[in-house]
């Protein structure tokens, strides 16, 4: 097994003299591409589900193809534009979305590789859509809050069009490896099927084995997810990571716990260990379903950002931690690990929202309740 180190923490100042400095071991590490950046955009979702979906690729055909973010949440824009002003206003329109938007993108309108529509302007080298972000904001107000009270029918062409200037025009065709594509045949041969793709999660609200619609914000399409058990919810990521599946993530990283920086999430016993638990291995808090539910009601659990399962590792203590792929990038100056967080049983147990994961993944039982 290969050994992790976080060696530059020893310059922090964090351990103590008796200190046990982190010390991995990779268990499982499901195949997946290099750690990106989304740079300056809300657009993790698509980042963390279309790096999903690539390893996906792999693991169905063994082809390493680097998918287009920008293709899936270009038509997600349209699709949360046409909701919030359907809605007349009184729904979310933001950078954020779920996992299941870029299946629903994928359905529609197929996929893309990255080199054919990267949705970068000519001379830009990073994403950035604060400015593409407002102006779409201000249109979709003037149409809500149109004192005609009647809707042009313009308005989804000039919303399309101003997707079409900051990120470019979608293609309609493409070669790739000497044969011409639509994004839908691309899909095809990909081999990704959205209709094999499924969300868990687990909350004590909602019965057991049922799906239901989690009202969060960023769950602007009414996505349905099926409820677990906690226990059951965990063994379920942990079957999936064994038998050769990742997992797309949605998840709270607000916690002075999680840190990019530092390339761990935990959640300590004592608050002391907020600070020491960047550095060292500190004893961690009995997570519960009913602790998770308060922690959830109270809004100190919210989903922040999606991120992608792919393996696991442990230190010289035995704990076990998930190896998960973020999308801050990998320069070692800003991130620890390569990019990669390794996040602590605990730490999924109680900010994790939910995952996606092929139902092939599930465990037996849980495919038979779930009638899958």
């Given amino acids: 097994m290969k050994k992790l180190y976080i060696g530059f923490l020893f310059a922090s100042g964090l351990f103590s003299a008796s200190a046990q400095n982190y010390e991995f071991q990779e ?6 591409l290099p750690v990106i950046s989304q740079d300056i955009t809300g657009t993790c979702w698509s980042f963390s589900t279309s790096s999903f979906l690539e390893s996906e690729i792999i693991r169905l055909t063994g082809r390493q193809i680097d998918l287009s973010e920008m293709f899936q949440a270009r038509t997600t824009y349209l699709a949360k534009a046409e909701n919030y002003v359907m809605r007349q206003g009184k729904a979310n329109f933001s950078e954020g979305a779920l996992a299941h938007d870029v299946l629903n993108s994928v359905s529609e309108y197929g996929l893309i590789p990255n080199r054919f529509y990267d949705g970068l302007g000519e001379g830009q080298t990073k ?12 249109m979709l107000k003037t149409y809500v809050e149109n004192p005609a009270k009647k809707l042009s029918p313009n308005w989804k062409q ?5 997707l079409d200037i900051y990120l470019g025009s979608m293609p309609t065709k493409f070669e790739f490896e000497g044969k011409n594509y639509t994004p839908k045949s691309f899909a095809e041969f990909t081999k990704i099927k959205p209709e094999n793709y499924i969300t868990l999660t687990s909350f004590t609200h909602k019965s ?6 989690l009202n969060i914000p960023d769950n602007f399409s009414n996505g349905s997810m099926y409820n677990l058990p ?15 599946y990742s997992l797309s993530l949605d998840c709270d990283v607000s916690e002075a716990t999680f840190s990019g920086k530092y390339g761990v999430a935990f959640i300590p016993e004592k608050e002391e260990d907020i600070k020491t638990g960047l550095a060292e291995i500190i004893t961690e808090k009995n997570i519960t379903p009913e602790f998770r539910q308060q922690e959830f009601e109270n809004l100190s659990t919210t989903d922040d950002h999606l991120m992608h399962i792919v393996g696991k590792v442990k230190d010289q203590k035995g704990n076990v931690y998930y190896k998960v792929k973020n999308s ?8 620890a690990n390569g990019g990669y967080v390794y996040m602590s049983v605990a730490y999924i147990k109680l900010k994790a929202i939910s995952v996606l994961v092929h139902k092939d993944g599930l465990d037996k039982k849980t495919k038979k309740e779930l009638k899958l």
């Fill in 208 to 213: 057991y084995y049922k799906s239901f619609i």
């Fill in 230 to 244: 906690l226990d059951e919810f965990i063994a379920n990521i942990d079957n999936a990571l064994a038998n050769g």
């Fill in 328 to 335: 801050w990038g990998s320069d070692d100056k800003k991130v």
């Fill in 127 to 138: 994403h950035n859509h604060v400015e593409m972000v407002s102006v779409l904001e201000a």
């Fill in 158 to 162: 000039a919303i399309n069009a101003v």
């Fill in 27 to 32: 268990v499982i590490n499901v195949e997946c």
